[in-house]
């Protein structure tokens, strides 16, 4: 069993920055696929940003050039760099870790932070 402990989020104003991190404990992480998702207030949750297990790293278009994924394994923990950030990046962030293994497919996810960016 995997447990995910998100933090880092707050109120920042427009172009500002906040980093997330996602903190695990009860498995290593370096299998894993790691992904950061979204849920605005009426919105599906979406997918923000993914880190596969080798490092290679997807983002949803409207955050490309502002966010940054990226994942520590010693530390057993990702990040989401967030820069320049808007409004409408105002959401509840999740952690979420992937694993496809020969036993089956293992999806957790943290409790989420909150985002929200305001003047």
């Known amino acids: 069993q995997v447990q995910l402990v998100e933090s880092g989020g707050g109120l920042v104003q427009p172009g500002g920055s906040l980093r997330l991190s996602c903190a695990a404990s009860?498995?290593?992480?370096?299998?894993?696929?790691m992904g950061w998702y979204r849920q605005g207030s009426g919105k599906q949750r979406e997918l923000v940003a993914r880190?596969?297990?080798?490092?290679?790293?997807t983002y949803v278009d409207s955050v490309k050039g502002r966010f940054s994924i990226s994942r520590d394994n010693a530390k057993n923990t990702v990040y989401l760099q967030m820069n320049s950030l808007k409004a409408e990046d105002t959401a509840l962030y999740y952690c979420?870790?992937?694993?496809?293994?020969?036993?089956?497919?293992?999806?957790?996810w943290g409790q989420g932070t909150q985002v929200t960016v305001s003047s």
């Open positions: 979420n870790a992937h694993l496809v293994a020969i036993l089956g497919e293992y999806d957790y």
């Open positions: 009860g498995s290593s992480l370096s299998s894993f696929t």
């Open positions: 880190i596969s297990s080798i490092g290679s790293t």
